[in-house]
């Protein structure tokens, strides 16, 4: 946490990273599993 990103003209720092997966989220009905946990990054 706390990174910082530079995508395009725009700076964006990681606030959180995971998050409490819903049973059968649209990621699970893709792929079988849900990454969210430990792969989703939020920024603002």
Do not use: N
Not at 20 to 33: P, V
């Amino acid at each position: 946490m706390g990174s910082k990103l530079k995508i395009g003209d725009t700076l964006h720092e990681v606030t959180q990273i995971g998050k409490e997966c819903h049973t059968k989220c649209a990621i699970f009905q893709q792929i079988g599993d849900c990454v969210m946990p430990t792969e989703g990054i939020f920024q603002k």
